[in-house]
């Protein structure tokens, strides 16, 4: 009797078909694979330098460490004194995020992380990880870029917390198979680049009818979702994804984006902790180490 065979669903070439039981395999390829583990917790015991400011920071020129970057310069920017901040590199590429000290502030070991060692109470120094919970965090302290109005208040958390959610197609979905992976799969490509472009047209709409992301108030929703999608925008991400993705199609992001990159604390925040290409600041310690890099 002959064995009747039938063809892949939708014709697609047959592909990896998972185990059982999923077991680790270390470096098994891909940018990161160094350095990807499936366990937390550190690997090794490195104490975390702390300079003289209350604000220590603890972070990487990625977008979300751009985010909170962004956010202290903007607060310098607008007289807020009391956030002169200590930014330090954390290597992730030489595993610094699996320190013991690093993984004392944040233990899930991804940046930015931050101690405040001048908390309002006057009590003991505070953890802060998580980008959004930085943001916020800094936003109240100081009560700035966060409205206090309760509508305007609730839009802006609504776009900071959709940027959270959406940031991960965008990088660990899109970026990561269109730029990192270590071959190329149409079917992950095709499915999150329909996302990013989705994403973008969720912007584009918002912005069509609003000079910044969350109304007329430039906020830490704007101040989150530039580094991902302005950097998205100005072909700036995924070796110039932005061409693939047709980005110039989106004219109120793009609007946007000109008018973002435009402002000071942006263009310095932007700069911080970035590890390689010009201009760069690696660690930033005050206001002065911008000088004759701006």
Do not use: C
């Not at 220590?56 to 004194?81: F, M």
């Amino acid at each position: 009797m002959t064995e009747t065979k039938f063809p892949p669903e939708n014709n697609l070439p047959a592909g990896y078909v998972p185990p059982k039981v999923w077991t680790w395999e270390p470096g098994n390829g891909g940018a990161f694979a160094s350095i990807n583990r499936p366990t937390a917790g550190p690997t090794h015991d490195k104490e975390l330098p702390v300079g003289k400011h209350p604000l220590q920071l603890y972070s990487l020129g990625t977008p979300n460490g751009q985010k909170v970057t962004i956010l202290l310069e903007e607060l310098l920017e607008a007289g807020h004194s009391g956030a002169e901040y200590d930014a330090w590199m954390i290597k992730i590429g030489d595993g610094d995020q699996f320190g013991s000290g690093f993984v004392g502030v944040n233990p899930n070991s991804k940046i930015p992380a931050m101690m405040d060692h001048a908390p309002k109470d006057g009590g003991d120094p505070i953890r802060l990880f998580e980008s959004g919970s930085i943001m916020t965090y800094l936003a109240e302290k100081f009560g700035a870029f966060l409205p206090t109005d309760l509508r305007a208040r609730a839009e802006t958390f609504n776009w900071l917390f959709w940027q959270m959610g959406s940031a991960p197609f965008l990088g660990g979905g899109f970026g990561h198979f269109y730029a990192y992976a270590p071959i190329k799969i149409q079917y992950a490509i095709d499915r999150y680049a329909m996302e990013v472009k989705r994403q973008m047209d969720v912007l584009n709409r918002q912005l069509a009818q609003n000079e910044f992301i969350a109304g007329s108030q430039y906020s830490i929703a704007d101040m989150a979702i530039w580094p991902w999608y302005g950097r998205l925008a100005q072909h700036g991400a995924y070796n110039d994804a932005g061409e693939f993705l047709s980005v110039h199609e989106y004219e109120h992001v793009q609007r946007w984006t000109r008018q973002l990159a435009e402002r000071p604390a942006i263009k310095r925040g932007s700069i911080v902790n970035k590890p390689s290409g010009e201009p760069a600041l690696k660690e930033r310690h005050a206001a002065s180490d911008f000088d004759g890099i701006l």
